[in-house]
């Protein structure tokens, strides 16, 4: 009944703890295990296993690794990398998961400075196009503009957001003066009663499916306003200069993952999907189908629904098990189209297009800075995301085309080459960017995010203090526990 | 891409399908499989594998073989019943889960009848009380009693919520007509823009907890008026003369699913929770720590989140996935409390108490027929079964026991004994009392709650066309599945 770990029922566990330890790292047989289990397993020792090798579990093991501990990288998928990966498209590399980076991404932005990958800003020059309610604006600069009668509305909402989430503390939203009243109702609640503008509430609407892969009316006003607090305010969430897609990577950002990984050598194991954490007074075993591995402490730091099928002995408390049925993962698909040459600059534009009329959006130019090709990179995102997800690659690519032609004319209908990544499809993912909690999750059962479970620590971007759901805040989050774990070694 | 199921990657499966079908129903072992495995694997044989043996899934297979066709039952427990399970308390065995029948409850009562299983009516001679605000209210009879300058609107508001549901269609609310909009507010949104007499909005969000076991921060308004579509209306599912709570099974419901596992005898699995099901043009494998089951078609009775957490080869559509990522099961304890006699009952009370001032409740009286003794049955749900299931037995006991002698006087101090069961901390259940998704899951994720996805199909109360999260509706999703399924053989 407690909510401590203990270990009456598991068996394995009882076996691996007669064992001798090994040296670190070391494989040792298990002597003491039943004949026909042994043959296939192994058993290896190291101080902790960290399960997942996307950003926040590599700097763990980074970190933990030059604090003098061993530790090993577990992940499931053939790739490092996490919601960050790598595509080819008309011979140049891109990212297909998260790519962009902002000022105040102060550990991303350390992290290429480390590993001597640089960045360029997103393309910006001449105009973006923001096509709502039939009224088409194109515009310069980062201030999005919308018919001229809802712009004082718009404007006044945007400060409406900005003073609410200045109140919400980032790390423990539910800890909040008011958590309780902005936690039960959803963003879309929020918006039809403190805007009556119908493109106002559109474009809030927008932004809000670009930022979270997920709709106003799914998502908690808390968990926004967090959201938003974790990023400094609303703006940097939606900004290109100076803001969350302020710039990109050279190479793309991909690499920073694989650096790491290759850094960390053999301590990083691929393809090996974790099956059980079992932990008692001795240490933790993590089970996969490649052996087990004996730790002192363990570092989960898949998504809340991904971590969830993970089997626990003993189980989960309520708490936590209660989160990891709360926390879906927004609806993406990120798709990259290559052209033989970037011909909406031609025309003035910066290739940003936000629109009520598309499926697919928002999209920015992505073309390389070598060469003279010219690409867009973009989203079908939340709602759309979803309804597109299950249907044939051939159906998507029509629908960009068709999409970009609309604002760019004629010739977006004739790429190079078309990438996609459907995020929401891939089974080890179930979706992307982020978790997208609704109401009534983070007052109820957000402490459980970071609260360790005996020898089980929480890490991911989901964890993150700063810059929830962004590169960065994997990163950090990522730091935050190694200092956790080490400080019980 | 298709959503259709295809089998490029499953190792196995391409081995299954080299093996001979056996006559249906026999063991055959697997010459074609690795020599490793094989040693450790058999693989059964059977036109449907049905997962999970509570009522859906028992249901399903008593049907199908009535139909002329083999089944197996494969659940992960160490007993059937699913949401239902029995419990020694003083002597007497009681209902730990589901329990109570109401008169539109039809499947469930002709089940009843056909296993010899009779109903007596839930105890209601006397006062129930109503604590709410600070005024108590002692009243007979089914209309709830709040402080009489708020009957007015709280009449008004079981009004509305009647007239909104009616419009509701059970088993297909994403096509209620404005159902974004409904599915895009919690109903504590709705709440508070319709109630303005705090007693009002503490009685609709206790009623709430009590049928939802979640709260009204939590639950999207188009589901909560669904469910109260589902079972007929909002009343039915309050009140206890005629709705819901009307009746008791002599000896415990658990019986009727004890009674249909013992008919189906070994076609029922026992601890043999899945691990994946992978498909094929050929077929379907499901499989098991206690070997393989080939079939023609599979039914998953478990709930979304739990069925989550099988392995699905080819994966699941992002559909599928995406809703069970999104329903969780609310959080509920479900508590009986012994005495040595009914004291209540002698003060002229029914036992039937609901305040604001207790964690827990509601409960009511539950005495055995036979005999002097006296019991209670009630929860802890929603907010308050979070915040006390990882806490130790001892302190909820030491809870109950104050609260019961705030309205029952200290002879609720000194029972007989105490029985309890943490449904949201039981690792194969993870709550109860059914799944509960919060906006915008229904409108965008509802139709894959019975869509087949090739050779699987999906049952639950969650998926039923009547009385959802009810004992009867899981009756009725078997039914439904059966059919299903037998056109396809």
């Given at each position: 009944m407690a909510s401590g770990p203990h270990n009456e029922h598991d068996e394995r566990r009882e076996h691996l703890s007669l064992s001798r330890r090994s040296a670190l790292g070391v494989a040792v047989g298990l002597?003491?295990?039943?004949a026909q289990a042994a043959a296939a397993r192994t058993t290896n020792v190291v101080d902790v296993v960290v399960v997942g090798a996307g950003f926040a579990g590599l700097t763990t093991a980074r970190r933990l690794r030059a604090s003098g501990h061993s530790v090993v990288v577990l992940e499931?998928?053939?790739?490092?990398g996490g919601r960050t990966k790598p595509g080819r498209i008309a011979g140049e590399v891109v990212d297909l998961g998260g790519q962009w980076v902002g000022p105040t991404q102060t550990r991303l932005l350390a992290l290429a400075k480390e590993l001597g990958v640089s960045t360029y800003p997103q393309f910006d020059a001449g105009k973006n196009i923001i096509d709502i309610g039939g009224h088409r604006v194109a515009y310069e600069g980062e201030t999005p503009r919308l018919v001229p009668e809802a712009m004082p509305e718009f404007i006044e909402v945007i400060g409406k957001i900005e003073a609410m989430a200045a109140k919400?503390?980032?790390?423990?939203?539910?800890?909040?003066?008011?958590a309780e009243q902005l936690d039960a109702q959803t963003v879309e609640s929020w918006l039809v009663l403190n805007a009556k503008h119908p493109a106002v509430r559109t474009m809030i609407r927008l932004m809000t499916r670009a930022v979270f892969s997920a709709e106003t009316g799914q998502i908690s006003l808390l968990y926004f306003l967090a959201y938003a607090a974790a990023a400094g305010d609303f703006n940097a969430l939606i900004s290109t200069r100076g803001g969350a897609q302020d710039s990109l990577f050279e190479g793309g950002v991909w690499q920073l993952a694989q650096k790491m990984a290759a850094e960390l050598g053999a301590a990083v194991v691929l393809e090996a999907p974790v099956q059980s954490i079992s932990q008692n007074n001795d240490g933790v075993t993590v089970a996969t189908p490649k052996g087990d591995w004996r730790a002192r402490q363990v570092v989960v730091t898949a998504p809340p629904a991904i971590a969830s099928r993970i089997e626990y002995a003993p189980p989960l408390p309520a708490q936590r098990d209660g989160l990891t049925q709360r926390m879906p993962l927004g609806c993406v698909i990120k798709v990259h189209v290559s052209y033989s040459r970037p011909f909406w600059r031609e025309e003035g534009l910066t290739g940003l297009v936000l629109s009520d009329r598309t499926e697919f959006g928002p999209w920015f130019d992505h073309s390389p800075t070598v060469g003279s090709t010219g690409s867009l990179v973009g989203f079908f995102d939340g709602a759309p995301a979803q309804r597109w997800a299950d249907r044939p690659v051939e159906a998507r690519r029509g629908q960009v085309l068709k999409d970009l032609a609309l604002y760019l004319g004629d010739a977006a209908l004739s790429p190079v080459e078309y990438l996609e990544e459907v995020w929401t499809r891939a089974p080890l993912n179930r979706g992307g960017y982020v978790s997208v909690p609704g109401p009534g999750v983070l007052t109820a059962f957000g402490p459980a995010l970071r609260e360790p479970f005996g020898r089980i620590h929480w890490a991911g971007t989901e964890t993150a203090d700063a810059w929830v759901g962004y590169i960065d805040g994997a990163i950090r989050s990522g730091e935050r526990v190694a200092q956790e774990v080490a400080a019980k070694l």
């Open positions: 002597t003491a295990m039943g499931a998928d053939e790739r490092v919400v503390p980032a790390a423990q939203p539910w800890q909040a003066a008011d």
